[in-house]
């Protein structure tokens, strides 16, 4: 899944991308021209005349891309199956400027399932590595969405929280060593 690039591209279609570093949306007219610079989990980074946004995946055909597939389940899936869904899209949630996911950067504090009678409904409780961070919603909304995309997920409820504080011992000894932090 991981993707560190500068391959060019020419949007396809107007989309609406994320401002990196401080959240807000605006659309992006076909026929913009930049780099794309990171391409993970499906959403991408790019960078046009000088500024730094977020496209997500479900907007890859703008970038002349494929969406990732939707997760698929086994047929009679048990709460395990299910777990193991969830915890793997969390592994496809990045934040646009760091090329490591949420969960091996120790971002995801709690990720609980609770069965309902005809399916799933999850909490997680996850934090930012700067309380300031104007990605926090986006990165949320970016696990949210492809949580949703479980068959058996009926509704999730992510939110973010800043106890304990962050801090990079929570990191996975691969995020460190991807990061140089190793």
């Not at 899944?1 to 020419?10: A, G, I, N």
């Not at 592994?91 to 760091?98: C, K, L, T």
């Not at 309380?131 to 949580?147: F, H, L, T, W």
């Amino acid at each position: 899944m991981y993707s560190l690039t500068s391959e060019p591209f020419k949007l396809e279609r107007d989309v609406e991308a994320i401002a990196v570093p401080n959240g807000d949306t605006i659309d992006l007219p076909a026929g913009v021209v930049g780099y794309i610079t990171q391409a993970l989990g499906g959403s991408f980074t790019v960078f046009v005349d000088g500024s730094m946004f977020m496209i997500l995946g479900h907007n890859a055909d703008a970038l002349g891309r494929e969406p990732l597939p939707r997760p698929v389940l086994p047929e009679n899936a048990t709460f395990k199956d299910v777990e193991e869904a969830v915890w793997a899209q969390l592994q496809n949630v990045y934040d646009p400027e760091i090329p490591v996911s949420i969960v091996e950067l120790g971002l995801v504090y709690e990720c609980e399932l609770k069965k309902l009678d005809d399916g799933y409904h999850v909490v997680i409780e996850m934090t930012l590595t700067a309380p300031g961070c104007g990605m926090g919603e986006v990165i949320v909304s970016d696990a949210r969405e492809k949580i949703k995309l479980i068959p058996e997920i009926k509704s999730v409820d992510c939110r973010i929280v800043f106890d304990p504080p962050w801090d990079q011992s929570m990191m996975s000894e691969e995020a460190k060593l991807e990061t140089g932090m190793l």
